[in-house]
């Protein structure tokens, strides 16, 4: 039975909970009616996600940060819970075009912010090093990718991956980024967006970064990939005509691929 400090254990008193089974960073997340917990090791990207959250406060909707503690190198955060649906719930998979218009409007939402004091940055560099100690240390589990990554047609093992992406970095348009940009990730309630959740990897980054895993997130929740339901009517290109841009696929396939290694 853990231990939780005084000052989270005020509001969580007797509280009923769930736990969030769901995620991988390692951390154990409890759920409330209207708080969520999570806590674990007090890593640095732990201590960087709570000072980004805050940071973000007024600028976009993310959780509002009630409580933070470190106790004996554990990070406690106390956080408000985000009302609303997923992006990959079943109603958005039926309203497609609702749904990519509501994401359009999010991604233009986050470039609108102002970086200069972003207190964190996740340049392709910064990336690129966390992937070679990934990969140097063995943590790259090729059975989570995708099946053409690695095999006969793709890539002999993650460390030739990882020497491709270093050798074919592309060019960088930065804004504010999410850095894990997928349905599960973006919550909507009354026909806008009304929170981001998972902030582990925010700060400043590539644009294209969170194009292209939107991109595959739609990709795989209306091809069967995630659920079992097929929507054949629905092509993931619509994004790029609701954002008024152009496809970079070059950029796309790039930042699919290093999200590979992590």
Known sequence: MISFPKEIEKYIHDKPFTQDKTGMSGSDVLVYDDMVLKFGPATKNELETVEIMKW????IPVPKVIEHIVQHDTSFLLMSKIKGKMGCDNYYLEHSDELVSLLADVFKKMWSIDINDCPRERSIDTELKEARSRVENGLVNIELCEPETFGENGFKDPQQLLEWLENNRPSYEAVFSHGDLCLPNILF????????????????GDKWRDIALCYRSLKHNFNGTYGNKVYRDFDPDILFEKLGIEPDYDKLKYYILLDELF
């Open 189 to 204: 309630d009354n026909g806008e967006l009304s929170g981001l959740i998972d902030l582990g990897d925010s700060g400043i």
């Open 56 to 59: 973000l406060s007024g600028k």
